[in-house]
């Protein structure tokens, strides 16, 4: 393997593996509720349909990052969880079907 492949595959994985699309989709939703309560959102709840971009939207709503580092990751990846968002639209619609909004604060399931 040449290193501009491992760059590039590098590059890659961490785009997908960073991307508010993966958090949401792939994570379970107890998961994700405490990962955006650490960032400490003001968000509410979140749709399962483009959930990616809610995510992205809900970590920019939140109290402001001490430091400044993650906002700039977070504005580059509003177009990624786009085009992924749009990739796994048909899955997020059956779960906002069956399962509604992802709670962030608080859940029927108690959880």
């Known amino acids: 393997m ?30 994700v509720a405490r990962d955006l309560r650490k960032q400490k959102t003001y968000c509410q709840s979140i749709p ?14 939140a109290s402001p990052d001490p430091s400044g580092v993650l906002e700039p990751f977070v504005l580059l990846d509003l177009p990624l969880s786009g085009v992924l968002d749009t990739v796994v639209l048909p899955y997020t619609i059956y779960r906002q079907a069956s399962d509604g909004n992802l709670g962030i604060y608080w859940r029927a399931g108690g959880y």
């Not at 501009?4 to 379970?28: E, F, H, I, K, N």
């Not at 399962?48 to 709503?61: I, M, N, T």
């Open 48 to 61: 399962r349909s483009y959930s990616g971009l809610a995510f992205d939207v809900c970590v920019l709503h």
């Open 2 to 31: 040449s290193i501009q492949s491992a760059v590039t595959l590098g590059t890659c994985a961490w785009l997908l593996s960073g991307s508010g699309t993966a958090a949401p989709v792939w994570q379970m939703d107890a998961d």
